[in-house]
């Protein structure tokens, strides 16, 4: 706990220190915000978290900062003050418009009260999320990315598709598509650890390539509309392995979507396609 308020407090001094500067600058400077590229591990987890460099520090949202480290924020409007409490975990983003879909991978808990803005326009609001925690076809944990058995550096780093949010209303139901892009990376870790464990495609410590130097298994983190692909849930790292492992050499494509009927939160499908 002592290392988590260290952490906060980092994270809290490094927003007055940049809000303050900018209250009191005379003149606004223009400053140059790039990517960042660099890996991030949270208890030796590699994590994918939405961030920016500038000026030579990292800046991430606190929110996702919040998800991954499991400790409480709250924005308050009236006061425009941002709350920070460390004796409970991360509640999700309660008084939202549309706390997911975004760019952020970090894992996002379903709230009641969450509002999702949809791709038509459309408010999808949360009303139930009892199965989220507590599927009874829970297989797997699933509140940490897979751990890396090899060195997921020397293989590609494919881009995330962009967030999406879709509804559809069928027989009087409303229904809530959102692509899960945390799920889309734990699929895409699992591949990679298949690949590093076995001989046809990892050798010397290293991804087996082609003669024209391209990896022999390429993974895409979306699935074409052309495709048939196939689905399964809930979620199951053996069936990736074991798909893998029939056929290694090729292209994979994975993606991952949310499914809500009428609010209430369903499940997780998991979608795979080798060509």
């Known amino acids: 706990m002592k290392g988590k308020l260290n952490f906060v407090a980092g994270l809290v001094l490094g927003i007055c220190l940049v809000t303050g500067t900018g209250a009191a600058?005379?003149?606004?400077?223009?400053?140059?915000?790039?990517?960042?590229?660099?890996?991030?591990?949270?208890?030796?987890?590699?994590?994918?978290?939405?961030?920016?460099?500038?000026?030579?520090?990292?800046?991430?949202?606190?929110?996702?900062?919040?998800?991954?480290?499991?400790?409480?924020?709250?924005?308050?409007?009236?006061?425009?003050?941002?709350?920070?409490?460390?004796t409970h975990g991360y509640q999700g983003e309660g008084n939202a418009t549309a706390p997911a879909p975004e760019q952020a991978t970090a894992r996002y808990v379903p709230t009641v009260g969450d509002r999702i803005t949809c791709q038509d326009g459309y408010?999808?609001?949360?009303?139930?999320?009892?199965?989220?925690?507590?599927?009874?076809?829970?297989?797997?944990?699933?509140?940490?990315?897979?751990?890396?058995?090899?060195?997921?550096?020397?293989?590609?780093?494919?881009?995330?598709?962009?967030?999406?949010?879709?509804?559809?209303?069928?027989?009087?139901?409303?229904?809530?598509?959102?692509?899960?892009?945390?799920?889309?990376?734990?699929?895409?870790?699992?591949?990679?650890?298949?690949?590093?464990?076995?001989?046809?495609?990892?050798?010397?410590?290293?991804?087996?390539?082609?003669?024209d130097g391209k990896p022999l298994v390429q993974v895409h983190l979306s699935i074409p509309d052309e495709f048939n692909a196939y689905s399964f849930w809930p979620w199951k790292s053996e069936q990736i392995t074991e798909l893998f492992n029939s056929c290694p050499p090729g292209d994979y494509y994975v993606e991952a979507w949310d499914l809500y009927c009428d609010g209430a939160f369903r499940y997780t499908e998991y979608y795979i396609y080798v060509k």
């Open 25 to 86: 600058a005379a003149v606004v400077e223009t400053v140059t915000a790039t990517l960042n590229r660099s890996p991030i591990y949270v208890d030796g987890s590699r994590v994918d978290l939405a961030g920016y460099t500038i000026n030579g520090y990292n800046y991430f949202k606190l929110r996702d900062i919040a998800a991954l480290v499991d400790f409480g924020v709250e924005w308050d409007q009236t006061t425009s003050t941002i709350r920070i409490d460390t």
């Open 123 to 211: 408010i999808y609001e949360i009303t139930d999320v009892t199965k989220f925690n507590n599927s009874m076809f829970a297989a797997e944990d699933t509140a940490k990315l897979p751990t890396a058995t090899c060195d997921w550096s020397l293989l590609p780093d494919p881009e995330l598709p962009a967030a999406e949010a879709r509804h559809f209303t069928s027989g009087g139901r409303e229904y809530l598509f959102m692509r899960n892009l945390y799920e889309t990376r734990r699929m895409q870790y699992t591949l990679y650890n298949a690949i590093g464990s076995n001989p046809q495609t990892w050798q010397n410590g290293k991804p087996v390539t082609r003669a």
